[in-house]
């Protein structure tokens, strides 16, 4: 482990500032007070953060219908993202796109995105933006096992390969969509074989160790940063919860003890596990951290809360931008 | 009667699904989580326990592909149903749809045939946001060579989504998410609704409206509430958009001089200008005011419930759309 010990620390936070966002959510929703959808990113948090800390503020990235734990991970403002949880005027989306459609393009973040694996082709139009402008930004598109199986998928893979794009395809492995375990629904075990087929580069990386993550980011984003191409890294994580909400309802896809073997993994416990052993980092020091995010939690919740609803005369309000670039 | 049957809208389509299934061995079902999990809705709920894993196929997340699969099924002589978890995601597999189902049989001269069933659920009102509330039935009513069911209750359901199996042409059956638990009479013998036909849900004197989906059950709300003040509302759920019962509503309106159409998709470009053309066409001297129309207002389904409740039509703006109708007179 010789990542310097402020990038570890970087990523702990990273990771422990997704946790309380996606928990806070998770009460919300179980007690009724976030409306619509709710993907709960909680349990693959080393895999946005891995990623997210190997790239620069400027740097984009298109995320999925689990998209929080993304924007979390970039920068995202806990006040505003709760807000819009909560459907507020103050939200990200001004209360029109919820968790599902969540983003802040300041910190280049493309969207959350309610169509499985269409976030993969913005990914290959914004990679081909940066090289047309040299602006020497990457671009990576974070998407899901099962999004692999959708042509969108393929054609942005292709695409960002036969243009050698400054690109990373940075894929979640959690081995289900939505209830559907991935053998059901493909042939192949590993997501990375896809990338062969492409010709870009691939490797498989424990989405459960987010040094191991971040490592296989930064030389990807190295990669792509300096006219390498695309390259694609699989992450093997888990979602700890339902695919949406928090409680499993219904009927039982995964087995109680393939949840808690991947419980067991945590993230963030592992991480601050081998930082103390390592010596690198003490219980108080992380007691501190965890503390100092919970407040922000607390203060998001209240801030939405307090924030007004939209009013009714928005809803035609942003459909087009103005000649003038007003919206 | 007390001791009608009563079944949920889901389960109707359900049960219309394994009675096809039990006497037509050509009949399966694909989609995803359609199989071990019966549907993110619960329509396909114990399907595949009876009929095996080979006529109730979980498929990959892909939706060209589904419908491609529904398509190439068809046309060599199985009678495919195939489900799209959410009308939205047509969009992903409008080649399959528009391109391919809808016209194999017209380019091949005739020599084809596609007893195709697409299933999907449209509609807002869960605060699901812009991709997954869209009702976007005028877009599919556009295209020659299908066939589009919307249907607003359990009884109607199941006889219609028993029509879309037998039907030897590709059909786009259209459930409504917010009618999926409501619950009412259907017959447990199979039974058919022919599509093309409409229904008069509510007879009355005053004033025509022609409404479908939720908006068919709005609409008896509002008919109820006019009732109070004197106007008698007739209510005419076409069921099927396209064909569309258009003596149906026709007949009414000479009838009634007056007509209004509601639907839940964005007015601008809907089938609400399709239906009020063809009243001002065909019944245009009998007409007392212009034929009116109540749809969602020219942007995206917002996702903040204090925007979604505004933008969905409901009673009360069916109540307010008919008032302003009856007042030009
Ligand atoms: C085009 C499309 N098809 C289906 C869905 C419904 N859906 C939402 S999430 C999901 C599963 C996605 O699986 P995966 O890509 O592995 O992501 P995960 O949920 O596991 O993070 C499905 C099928 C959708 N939103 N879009
Ligand atoms: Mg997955």
């Not at chain 1, 942005?156 to 390969?161: D, H, I, L, W």
């Not at chain 1, 809803?315 to 931008?321: A, D």
């Not at chain 2, 879309?164 to 638990?181: A, D, W």
């Amino acid at each position: 482990m010789d990542l310097p010990v402020h990038v570890q620390l970087d990523l702990h936070r990273r990771m422990v500032r997704i946790r309380l966002f996606e928990e806070a959510a998770g009460r919300l929703a179980e007690s009724n007070r976030l409306p619509g959808f709710l993907h709960l990113y909680v349990g693959e948090e080393a895999v946005a953060a891995g990623v997210c800390g190997a790239l620069n503020d400027d740097d984009h990235i298109t995320s999925t219908h689990r998209g929080h734990g993304h924007l979390v991970a970039k920068g995202g403002d806990f006040n505003r993202m709760m807000a819009e949880l909560m459907g507020k005027a103050t939200g990200y989306c001004k209360g029109k796109g919820g968790s599902m459609h969540i983003s802040d393009t300041s910190l280049g973040m493309l969207g959350a995105n309610g169509i499985v694996g269409a976030g993969s082709p913005i990914a290959v139009g914004a990679a081909f933006a940066n090289r047309y402008r040299g602006r020497g930004q990457v671009a990576v598109a974070f998407f899901g096992d099962g999004s692999t199986n959708i042509g969108a998928f393929h054609e942005a893979a292709n695409m960002a390969c036969a243009l050698h794009l400054p690109i990373v395809f940075a894929c979640e492995n959690n081995e289900y969509g939505e209830f559907t375990p991935r053998d059901k629904t493909m042939a192949i075990t590993d997501i990375v074989d896809r990338a062969a087929g492409y010709g870009m580069p691939g490797v498989i990386v424990d989405g459960m160790d987010v040094i191991a993550v971040h490592e296989a980011a930064v030389e990807a984003v190295e990669r792509a940063r300096s006219g390498g191409g695309p390259s694609l890294i699989e992450a093997k994580t888990y979602r700890f919860y339902n695919h949406h909400g928090v409680q499993n309802l219904g009927l039982k896809y995964r087995s109680d003890d393939e949840v808690a073997m991947w419980k067991q993994r945590d993230p963030i416990f592992t991480l601050e596990d081998r930082m103390i052993e390592n010596k690198a980092a003490t219980r108080d020091q992380f007691d501190a951290i965890w503390a100092e995010l919970r407040a922000g939690i607390e203060a998001a919740i209240a801030f939405a809360d307090e924030s007004p609803y939209p009013t009714p005369d928005q809803i035609t309000v942003g459909v087009y931008t103005s000649m003038s670039g007003a919206s | 009667m007390a001791d009608e049957r009563k079944l949920a809208y889901v389960m109707a389509f359900n049960e219309a699904v394994k009675q096809q299934m039990e006497v037509d061995s050509s009949v399966f079902c694909a989609g995803e989580d359609i199989g071990a999990f019966g549907g993110v809705f619960g329509t396909f709920g114990g399907l595949q326990a009876k009929f095996g894993a080979d006529r109730v196929v979980d498929t990959p997340i892909s939706e060209q592909a589904i419908v491609g699969l529904g398509v190439g099924a068809a046309v060599t002589g199985l009678r495919p149903i195939v489900d799209l978890m959410f009308m939205d995601f047509i969009c992903v597999a409008l080649d399959q749809i528009v391109n391919q189902a809808a016209k194999l049989k017209y380019m091949f001269g005739g020599d084809a045939v596609l007893p195709l069933t697409i299933t999907t659920a449209g509609g807002g009102g869960l605060s699901a946001a812009a991709q997954h509330s869209q009702s976007l039935e005028a877009l599919l009513c556009h295209i020659p060579g299908l066939k589009v069911v919307m249907p607003s209750n359990p009884y109607d359901m199941k006889g219609l989504m028993t029509a879309c199996i037998q039907e030897n042409n590709p059909t786009v059956m259209i459930k409504h998410k917010r009618l999926l638990g409501m619950t009412g009479h259907v017959p447990e013998e199979s039974y058919s609704i022919p599509l093309g036909k409409g229904n008069i849900v509510r007879p009355g004197k005053d004033v025509t409206i022609v409404a479908y989906a939720r908006m068919s059950n709005e609409a008896l709300i509002a008919a109820e509430e006019l009732a109070k003040d004197g106007i008698d509302c007739e209510i005419i759920d076409p069921r099927t958009l396209q064909p569309l019962d258009t003596d149906l509503i026709i007949s009414s309106v000479k009838k009634t001089n007056h007509a209004v159409v509601v639907h839940e998709a964005v007015r601008f470009g809907g089938l609400g200008g399709e239906i009020a053309s063809q009243i001002q066409e065909l019944a245009f001297d009998y007409l007392d005011a212009p034929v009116t129309r109540i749809g969602a207002p020219f942007s995206p389904v917002p996702f903040s419930p204090a925007l979604e409740q505004h933008y969905i039509p409901d009673s009360k703006t069916i109540v307010q759309g008919i008032r302003d109708v009856m007042a030009r007179v």
